[in-house]
T-cell receptor, first 116, second 111 residues
Framework: GAVVSQHPSWVICKSGTSVKIECRSL??????MFWYRQFPKQSLMLMAT?????????EQGVEKDKFLINHASLTLSTLTVTSAHPEDSSFYIC????????????FGPGTRLTVL | KQEVTQIPAALSVPEGENLVLNCSFT??????LQWFRQDPGKGLTSLLL?????REQTSGRLNASLDKSSGRSTLYIAASQPGDSATYLC??????????FGKGTKLTVNP
């Protein structure tokens, strides 16, 4: 149980285009989802926290108009990178916690974004 | 601001050796501490979670300890195997709170 999926697993896009990444909890309801970004040889850095039905909370330095997060249901959150640029190329990982309030965040497999 | 440091950044050992990975954090007011494994280009696999009230957790050949007062945790891997080769990440926080990650220790176990 407690499986989180991400789609796509990798994506290549041209500079200036928008890319949507999906994060799904497959066998549990996720009241809270987190989006992280990981640059090569760096830590995972939290970008934003998303609660179902409400606006996401962004970490300092993360542009909310550039990284649009939608958490419309208890099993799906989406991250849209708008007007992507090469510096947005990174590994994006989501995680989810269940409504049961367990302490573990369950992580998705990640999405590799390359912006040309 | 919580900061998490992992030492060493990389470690190479022969198969069968016991080893210890270190993690330190600056703010001892944590909810829990987790150790993760990350294979190249992949997501995270949770290995062990230690609640703030606990001192250690064990799973198979893995044992993680937590000393909140000193802001330290160790991950002990017994009888290492080539399949243990991966990057090991330490993170503090948890629950509905954000996780703060270290940069990880890249472990290579040589056959």
């Amino acid at each position: 149980g407690a499986v989180v999926s991400q789609h796509p697993s990798w994506v290549i896009c041209k500079s200036g285009t928008s890319v949507k990444i999906e994060c799904r909890s497959l066998d549990f309801q996720a009241t809270t989802m987190f989006w992280y970004r990981q640059f090569p040889k760096q830590s995972l850095m939290l970008m934003a926290t998303s609660n179902e039905g409400s606006k996401a909370t962004y970490e300092q330095g993360v542009e909310k108009d550039k990284f649009l997060i939608n958490h419309a249901s208890l099993t799906l959150s989406t991250l849209t990178v708008t007007s992507a640029h090469p510096e947005d190329s990174s590994f994006y990982i989501c995680s989810a916690t269940s409504w049961r309030g367990t302490d573990t965040q369950y992580f998705g497999p990640g999405t590799r974004l390359t912006v040309l | 601001k919580q900061e998490v440091t992992q030492i060493p950044a990389a470690l190479s050992v022969p198969e069968g050796e016991n080893l210890v990975l270190n993690c330190s954090f600056t703010d001892s007011a944590i909810y829990n501490l987790q150790w993760f494994r990350q294979d190249p280009g992949k997501g995270l696999t949770s290995l062990l979670l230690i609640q703030s009230s606990q001192r250690e957790q064990t799973s198979g050949r893995l044992n993680a300890s937590l000393d909140k007062s000193s802001g330290r945790s160790t991950l002990y891997i017994a009888a290492s195997q080539p399949g243990d080769s991966a990057t090991y990440l330490c993170a503090v926080g948890g629950g509905s709170e954000k996780l703060v990650f270290g940069k990880g220790t890249k472990l290579t176990v040589n056959p």
